[in-house]
């Protein structure tokens, strides 16, 4: 008993404070393709001698990881994925403002977008949405090209459209926000019901549909163009539509996380993928979105925004989260409850 | 149970004073230590290893002192199990997971929001039932039940029929029936449903020649309900397999030669003997079927198509664009509901029947044969069913080889292996350069640990179960069950939320990615470990008690040979289920500790499929290779019963 008691005494005695380890690092939230991920990583690393940890995931999942680690952040600086999961962390104070000295180098759209979200997020390259028609299938059924939104509610296509949920994919929301502000709100509503008897699925993942249009497994998928893009240069029958009437497009952002342990580090990789040099690794990896930064080359294959009429996408209002719910649930309780 | 309930019940015998209050003492150190740290959250510093040596050494002290008051009839063993599981359990499953379920209460500020939480849990989302005729679609949680029933049903049937081709058809095509058994559950996640996408998809080849030859129209039948249903088949039959065969074989037969003697026909003895003793392994079968479609994450990614299940569901609601927490915390409550709702059936199913067949006595007998119109309907269709299985693998095999299978384009390539897993001589050493060998072998390291720590915990879990009587042996039990019902997304986010802050700081580590995947794949461990030993008799036991052995001693001279079987079907499904899991893992894991699944959905999510297809392919040769080895070094247990061969040269 006495035996049982001492241990009982030394054991409650050894539970003493044990000091945590500090880190001098950076640790980066990599929301592009791994492809795109790891050459941005050695490049910095060689550039400034600074050590990254580099994870990749979606940028859903990233925000959904960043809220949940808030209390205790564990990544420094999130680079890359659709704007909206950054504004929405922005508007939560998940992030930490930053104003670049490379701010004055950026294109337009990219500067708009950081004053929105009070420098908490900042553009690194846009893409324009449209949609891609696999030529072989329209060929073969002697079909008509597809050139304008409003195409794609025409009963020939029926059963023959593929677009990703906008309840799971940024992609598909920034489609629901483009319709709303090009056509108004009703009509845009009408357009999505009409087209409801067109799409053959709503897919999970934003960029699935351009890869289901490549094999033929959908005549045609809604995506960003520079999804179709990396499809069409790997060899896919596949030709790219900007829509007549307009379209929106989305900023890929990044930001630094508030409460980040290698703060220094963030906003030195922060300054760095803002550069000309960092924004060229892109083409090289077959990712053909237009760079943030006027001075970096636009690669060859990359939709040119200067041709496409883009409307005047306002990421302010259809990056809230109070207009984002009310769409998709309106989305829900409209469109995809109606039979086919 | 507390220090003050354990004073009260250890009162009655004499002595037991200073044990009820030593037992009161640990427990008030532990609720102090652990309370205390968690109060003071991000203020304090993380535990470091003394922490959790003096959590242990109070856990085990209070099962010591609680025993000697009485509890648990005073078996110290006894008492350490159940006391150092159940409060592993609670730290490590029920906190995090309650946390992050009463999201469900809150609205966006944090609000406690009743009638909010009311409307998400009641919303036609869930339960609507449009789908039976009112022209709309149905609720998530009636597309998940109907595809979880059919599910469960197909696979248990299927598992019968190919369980009795094996145990019961002959000897023909044993090594066949051995692969078809462990292919699945050495695949990764996607895979199959990519398999059928390549198959059957719209440009599929079967389609494609189909639509050649017979001028059959190209539909989208695979995306849906039949499409999922026939990869969770395709997925889940292995499991039903081996737990079938596993009760087969267990299955006495001079119980059947019994019925025999007393002239009962072929079809007659099955009916009567044969059936009845399989009724624990159907249930179970079943059980598991139902629980795993309806956490399946990997085939409704790819197949589902417009029909909604809960797991995507939540996996959406909490890292898609929606962001809704509390959604995804009402939605998650309704899968535990249904998990929870299976078990509680098939307790009710399987009552309080005994199904011992391994006894202490000889039992030296030969199967009995099957009737022959039934063996031959076995036999065949389990010949029909592996030869669709191995289809499916070949369109993998090649897939990886290939420029770009889905596209047709069948030029063959090794650049997909070559980026993945490529390895190169550098300073007069072979070096790993290809991208995917980190989260190679952090997969393999992981895996590689959970295993036996998993067995360990569930096997001893089972066996205080069934063997021990205690008060409150059935909380235990649900206790040790209830993580299975778990949606993976949920404990992915809600390991986050309660590990990512001092006392228990282990988010970024080895730890929690092991921790995890231990208290998720335990009750498969328990619940192998509750079949076998149902079939035990407990006299064996208590055989080795009256010889006045421990029961520390009678645990592993006699019990574990016995369960040897259970012991290594654990350590199997612990390990290739660590090395496949997705939806839990892919918010744990980290630029240090990245995963083979997390990288492989990366590449499903860029549309990569060929990469996806290629690493799935080494993971599939890597698991294959373990199990062999596995199998070589356990060997087959033999159950002390005459062979055939024996039989027949008269021995």
Known sequence: ?340 | MTGSTAAALGLHRAGAAPHAALAAACAAALLGLLGGGFVAGTAASAFGPWHYAALLGLTLLFARSVARCGAFVGDVTVSAIVVTIAGLLLLFVFYPVGRSLVAALHDKEGNVALSLAAERLLSSDIWGLGCFGGGTTCGVAINSVVLATIVGLGTTLLGLVLALAAQRGGQRFSALYRLMAVLPIVTPPFVIALALVVLFGRTGVVTTTLNEWFDIPRTRWIYGLTGVTLAQLLTFTPIAFMILSGALAAVSPSLEEAAQTLRASRARVFRTVTWPLLRPALANSFLLAFVESLADFGNPVVLAGNYEVLSTKIFFAVAGAQHEPGRAAALATVLLAFTLLAFWLQQRWLGRASYVTVSGKGDAGVPAPLPTGLRRFCVGFAMAWIVFTLACYAVILVGGFVKDVGRGDMTPVVTHFAEGFGLAWQDGRPTFTGSAWDSFFTTIEVAAIAAPLTAIVGLLSAYVITRQQFVGRRAFEFLTLVAFAIPGTVIGVAYIVAFNVPPLELTGGLAILILCFVFRNMPVGVRAGIAALAQIDKSLDEASSTLRASTWRTLTKVVLPLLKPAIVATLIFSFTHAMTAVSAVIFLATAKYNLATVYIIGRVEAGEYPLAIAYSTVLIVFMLAVLLLVQAATGSVKLGRRSQAELITGH
């Open chain 1, 1 to 340: 008993m006495k035996r049982m008691a001492k241990l009982f005494l030394t054991a409650t005695l050894a539970a003493a404070a044990w000091p945590a380890a500090a880190q001098g690092e950076l640790v980066l939230y990599c929301s592009v393709q791994e492809e795109w991920c790891r050459p941005m990583v050695a490049a910095f690393e060689k550039a400034t001698g600074i050590k990254v940890l580099m994870t990749r995931k979606s940028s859903g999942e990233f925000y959904a990881q960043i809220k949940a680690e808030a209390a205790n952040p564990k990544g420094d600086i999130w680079w890359g994925g659709t704007g909206d999961p950054h504004l929405q962390a922005a508007e939560e104070g998940l992030t930490d403002p930053y104003v670049s000295p490379r701010l004055d180098e950026l294109q337009d759209w990219a500067v708009r977008q950081a004053r929105a979200a009070q420098f908490r997020t900042v553009g690194i390259y846009a893409g324009a949405l449209g949609y891609s028609f696999n030529t072989k299938e329209l060929a073969s059924r002697k079909l008509p090209e597809p050139k304008c939104w409003a195409d794609l509610a025409k009963p020939i296509y029926k059963d023959d459209v593929q677009v990703a949920n906008p309840n799971s994919s940024g992609t598909s929301y920034t489609m629901l926000a483009t319709l709303v502000q090009l056509m108004g709100e009703p009509k845009a509503f009408d357009f999505l019901k009409a087209m409801h008897k067109n799409v053959n699925q709503y897919t999970k993942s934003g960029a699935a549909p351009a890869r289901a249009a490549a094999t033929g497994e959908s005549l045609i998928g809604i995506t960003f163009q520079h999804d179709a893009v990396t499809q069409a240069v790997s060899g896919a029958p596949v030709k790219i539509v900007s829509p007549c009437e307009g379209t929106g497009y989305e900023i890929g952002s990044m930001s630094i996380i508030k409460g980040a342990k290698n703060l220094a580090n963030a906003r030195k990789w922060y300054d760095w993928a803002l550069s000309p040099e960092a924004q060229a690794i892109a083409a090289g990896v077959k990712s053909f979105q237009v760079p943030s930064n006027k001075k970096a080359p636009v690669p060859e294959q990359a939709p040119k925004l200067s041709q496409i009429k883009l409307i005047d996408y306002d990421f302010a209002k259809y990056g809230s989260s109070a207009e984002r719910t009310r769409l998709l649930k309106k989305w829900d309780d409209e469109v995809s409850k109606l039979p086919k």
